[in-house]
């Protein structure tokens, strides 16, 4: 049981390129998440989901656009990255409203 | 939103030392979790208590929902203790919001 799979540990990018972060649950959970963490700080949720084919805006969602196109999928996308974008980005599901939320490892990115 | 406070933000200890992390919320919450951030920065879910009192091991945490606050009690610590503990409360909307953290060191 792998729980939540976040695609890539890492990656760097110019500003200005695009790139799609990929969170994969096994878990069969209806709520996934998305969250940036920067230094010091506890984590800010971006974009969330509450089922399939949903999506809604967090406490920081500009610059970002997901999708939940498959239940066990939730993608984040950034359309032209830029230095502020940096951060460490965490996916998260939960099976329902007052359930947990279970953690991925986590993707750093760094834009230059 | 929430604000959600936590004290201290910064704690050493030798090993073996028991200390005690508190977690304050603006609003009532429905449910609260702790997370421990390790040294290579993974979030490990250790308590999912949006009231009444938990344990698992060494570890234990009482909500007290009446009055906005959550403690986390650590006894003996290790230095595999070390680390940022979080705390995140959700109130409606399904958002989890997070504390700045408390940063924990502890000294063999």
């Known amino acids: 049981n792998a729980g939540v799979t976040q695609t890539p540990k890492f990656r760097v990018l110019k500003t200005g390129q695009s790139m799609t972060l990929l969170c994969a649950q096994d878990m069969n959970h209806e709520y996934m998440y998305w969250y940036r963490q920067d230094p010091g700080m506890g984590l800010r949720l971006i974009h969330y989901s509450v089922g399939e084919g949903t999506t809604a805006k967090g406490e920081v969602p500009d610059g970002y656009n997901v999708s939940r196109l498959k239940k066990q999928n939730f993608l984040l996308g950034l359309e032209s990255a830029a230095p502020s974008q940096t951060s460490v980005y965490f996916c998260?599901?939960?099976?329902?409203?007052?359930?947990?939320?279970?953690f991925g490892d986590g993707t750093r990115l760094s834009i230059l | 939103g929430i604000q959600v406070e936590q004290s201290p933000p910064d704690l050493i200890l030798q090993e073996g030392a028991n200390s005690t992390l508190r977690c304050n919320f603006s609003?009532?919450?429905?449910?609260l979790q702790w997370f421990h951030q390790n040294p290579w920065g993974q979030l490990i879910n250790l308590f999912y208590i949006p009231s009444g009192t938990k344990q698992n091991g060494r570890l234990s945490a009482t909500t007290v929902a009446t009055e906005r606050y959550s403690l986390l009690y650590i006894s003996s610590s290790q230095t595999t203790d070390s680390g940022v503990y979080f705390c995140?409360?959700?109130?409606?909307?399904?958002?989890?919001?997070f504390g700045e953290g408390t940063q924990l060191t502890v000294n063999p």
């Open positions: 998260a599901s939960r099976r329902g409203g007052n359930q947990p939320q279970h």
């Open positions: 609003d009532s919450v429905n449910n």
């Open positions: 995140a409360g959700e109130t409606s909307g399904s958002r989890l919001t």
